[in-house]
């Protein structure tokens, strides 16, 4: 049984294009993380939600937005996709974000690429 | 602020060859969790181990063990004959203070690991 989904796997669009990311937690974790994965490998937080609850915003551009229409799904939509957008996006949940001990588990990823 | 440092960009060995990957860590909190994730080439982030900072015995699991020095500030990991499959990017996290502004892990660059047959 696949723990953290994402989909779709691979996404190729074009600058200026809208596109979504969706993800999914089977887990029962209350809380939800997208990260982003450089062309460096560098890995850095972009978002964490609480169940459905938005805790952790880091210097995203507005045309980064998530949504969580409940605690197992945070998706990730960007608006205007620009060339430096072009990235891995890996969702990630843990049990509870208070609680600093507990695993985030990942997604496989979502490798996005902007022409 | 905090900061995972991995000095090894890249490491090759040879097949069964020991290989240990650096990591050294800044935190101002007293009580902080350490992680190591595997990203193999299919790309995926798989955890491999966590510790607590109370906690300085050093853990083994088969082929793996992680060397926690909190006067040093590293936790760094060993893999004992290596084989090819342990070829992946190794990543060493802590996990940052919690509260209203939630948990987070920030990540250190990443060791790539190849082994060679």
């Known amino acids: 049984d696949t723990a953290v989904s994402q989909t779709p796997k691979y996404l190729v669009t074009q600058m200026g294009n809208d596109k979504s990311i969706k993800c999914e937690q089977n887990?029962?974790?209350?809380?939800m993380y997208w990260y982003k994965q450089d062309s460096k490998k560098f890995l850095k937080i972009m978002f964490s939600?609480?169940?459905?609850?938005?805790?952790i915003n880091e210097t995203v551009p507005n045309r980064f937005s998530p949504k969580s229409p409940d605690k197992a799904h945070l998706n990730l939509h960007i608006n205007s996709l620009e060339l430096g957008d072009s990235a891995v996006y890996f969702c990630?949940?843990?049990?509870?974000?208070?609680?600093?001990?507990?695993?985030?588990?990942f997604g496989p990823g979502t490798r996005l690429l902007v022409l | 602020a905090q900061k995972v440092t991995q000095a090894q960009t890249e490491i090759s060995v040879v097949e069964k060859e020991d290989v240990t990957l650096d990591c050294v860590y800044e935190t101002r909190d007293t009580t902080y969790y350490l992680f190591w994730y595997k990203q193999p080439p299919s790309g995926e982030l798989v955890f491999l181990i966590r510790r607590n900072s109370f906690d300085e015995q050093n853990e083994i699991s088969g082929r793996y063990s992680w060397n926690f020095q909190k006067s040093t500030s590293s936790f760094n990991f060993t893999i004992t004959a290596s084989q090819v499959v342990d070829s992946a990017v190794y990543f060493c996290?802590?996990?940052?203070?919690?509260?209203?502004?939630?948990?987070?892990?920030?990540f250190g660059e990443g060791t790539q690991l190849t082994v060679n047959p």
């Open positions: 990630a949940s843990s049990q509870d974000f208070r609680v600093r001990q507990e695993t985030q588990y």
């Open positions: 939600y609480n169940n459905k609850e938005l805790i």
């Open positions: 996290a802590l996990s940052e203070v919690g509260g209203t502004s939630g948990s987070r892990l920030t």
């Open positions: 887990l029962g974790h209350d809380t």
